[in-house]
């Protein structure tokens, strides 16, 4: 099946700074999501971004299908970005897979 | 709130034991899939339903059973517990059964089996 490997898989943040998480798949995918798993467990969906480059407040995600990886950027973050962040990919047939996830602690 | 609603919210049970998640998916969305989240395995897929019928199936053990109900519902059951069933179980929601579109998650089901 389908590979989804997350880099880096822990990073801590000074209050305010940006950073970038990379999403890389082994596949054509027709199907790539973002997602944030808060401190209380609950995984919220950022992005649907299966190719090109959305943004959201702070956060904005770029896909490039042809080279088969996916980056989430948080700029100006805040204590409440503290979390996993989760990329989920579908290929052929309808299961997400998800990577392994970025550890994230932004420190106040 | 994604609008999927998973009770109960915490479960602890004793090895052997059955028990049954249940998962309300948002108004419309006609998908719903069942996930396992564990410390060691990370988020694995077990299941998908889509109006119903089981469209996907993953990693899910035989003592796992899945059904969707005619008002769209689904229920998640286990059995036979052991303690590696220990998990977070999350259910999701889709408007389709196919590869497009966004996938909403409920808060998830902590499952603790002593």
């Known amino acids: 099946g389908i590979q989804v490997e997350q880099s880096p898989p822990d990073l801590i943040l000074q209050e305010g700074a940006n950073s970038t998480l990379r999403c890389n798949f082994s596949d054509s995918v027709n199907n790539l999501q973002w997602f944030h798993q808060n401190p209380w467990g609950q995984l919220i969906n950022l992005f649907y971004?299966?190719?090109g480059t959305k943004q959201n407040g702070r956060l904005s995600a770029t896909t490039v299908a042809t080279e088969r990886y996916s980056l989430l950027y948080i700029s100006s973050s805040q204590t409440t970005d503290s979390g996993v962040y989760f990329c989920?990919?579908?290929?052929?047939?309808?299961?997400?897979?998800f990577g392994g996830g970025t550890r994230v602690l932004v420190k106040p | 709130d994604s609008g999927v609603t998973q009770t109960p919210k915490h479960l602890i049970t004793a090895t052997g034991q059955r028990v049954t998640l249940r998962c309300s998916p948002r108004s419309g969305d006609l998908s719903v899939y069942w996930y396992q989240q564990s410390l060691d395995q990370g988020l694995q897929f077990l299941i998908q339903y889509y109006n119903g019928e089981e469209r996907a199936k993953g990693n899910i053990l035989e003592r796992f059973s899945a059904q969707q109900f005619p008002d769209l519902h689904s229920e998640l059951n286990l059995s036979s517990l052991e303690l590696g069933d220990s998990a977070l179980y999350f259910c999701?929601?889709?408007?389709?059964?196919?590869?497009?579109?966004?996938?909403?998650f409920g808060q998830g089901t902590r499952l603790t089996v002593v």
């Open positions: 971004i299966p190719s």
């Open positions: 989920a990919v579908k290929a052929a047939g309808n299961k997400l897979t």
């Open positions: 999701a929601s889709s408007v389709d059964a196919g590869n497009k579109g966004r996938a909403f």
